[in-house]
């Protein structure tokens, strides 16, 4: 257990009771919260700050806490690696899909913009040589489609190519071929041991949460109460056998448009009207990943029920459970 942990009040009086814990690095077993060292602040918690909370409970529970060794020890994120690229002409290649995907690239294009990064929207069919490509985050990787995996087979030669936070499986022989030259970050667990596992490189597989998590300047949004529930369950290839309500709206399908994901304005579009719409319900019930997100973002009470396969418990148990209380999954 621990001996002893020095903690002092934030200097944000805005922080409801946030401390900061400096001069110990302690590590949670199945990790959840860590403890790595900002701006010359021990910080615990996967955002870097650790409430009185979750520091009572390290303290008086029986979680396994070892002290690790700070030097060895580096935490990786995405804003961390991202901005090793800031003075590098990258080019990011957008995943073809549905409105989802929209989110997954206005996460993505917010955090590169905020590190003014030097960027430029590529083609997901195109050859490229002696380039740094950055595939957008997704599940495009999972042996139902084909499109990521076509990009990465045509550019593995003389590029340096970095998968943005995936899921993925079915996909042995691929993995297993990869070299130094690819980084895949991983979106949840599951598909981080699956990719941990399988390729040469084990630094080269990073776990991050989805890129729409870090979507902001939805306030307005968010101050909406709503009223009623919203269902929107999937009914394309990863629909399960849970019965569609009649009011059913897919809205990943219905609010999608063209260049989606390649049109910096329309996917800004298409991301603000997915908050604007789910913003009108107090309630949203959904199997689709990124409605549970931004109904989660927007702090609304979600039902979130499986997809044909483990891709959306496994990100709600990584980047939803203890953060977005009011989203409960359905088993």
């Excluded at 942990?5 to 949670?28: A, D, P, Q, R, S």
């Excluded at 899921?167 to 690819?182: A, G, Q, R, V, Y």
Aim: hydrophobic share 35%.
């Amino acid at each position: 257990m621990i001996k002893s942990i020095n903690v002092k009040n934030c200097e944000n009086k805005n922080c409801n009771g946030i401390y900061k814990l400096i001069n110990h690095n302690f590590y949670k077993k199945n990790d959840e919260y860590h403890l790595y060292k900002h701006k010359g602040i021990w910080r615990l918690g996967n955002k870097g700050i650790v409430c009185y909370k979750i520091l009572k409970e390290c303290v008086n529970s029986e979680w396994n806490l070892k002290e690790l060794d700070i030097k060895k020890k580096k935490i990786n994120t995405i804003h961390h690696f991202l901005s090793k690229y800031k003075n590098k002409k990258i080019i990011y290649i957008p995943n073809p899909g549905n409105a989802g995907d929209s989110l997954i690239a206005f996460g993505t294009l917010q955090v590169f913009n905020k590190l003014n990064l030097k960027y430029q929207i590529g083609n997901i069919n195109k050859k490229y040589n002696n380039k740094i490509l950055f595939y957008a985050g997704g599940g495009n990787l999972v042996g139902l489609y084909k499109n990521c995996k076509k990009f990465i087979t045509n550019n593995i030669v003389n590029n340096k190519i970095v998968l943005l936070p995936h899921t993925i499986k079915s996909e042995d022989s691929l993995i297993k071929s990869l070299n130094n030259n690819i980084i895949i970050f991983c979106r949840e667990k599951v598909s981080y041991k699956y990719v941990h596992h399988l390729i040469k490189n084990k630094k080269n597989v990073i776990l991050e949460k989805d890129m729409a998590f870090h979507i902001k300047g939805i306030q307005k949004y968010k101050k909406i109460k709503g009223n009623g529930v919203c269902n929107c369950f999937r009914t394309d290839s990863e629909k399960t056998l849970i019965k569609i309500p009649k009011n059913n709206i897919d809205l990943s399908n219905k609010l999608n448009k063209k260049e989606n994901t390649t049109n910096i304005n329309t996917i800004k579009q298409v991301s603000l009207s997915i908050f604007n719409y789910l913003s009108k319900y107090e309630t949203i019930n959904t199997n689709r990943l990124h409605m549970a997100i931004a109904g989660s973002l927007l702090d609304k009470k979600v039902y979130f029920y499986s997809n044909s396969y483990y891709k959306n418990k496994a990100v709600y148990d990584y980047s939803i459970k203890n953060i977005y209380n009011k989203t409960i999954f359905i088993k």
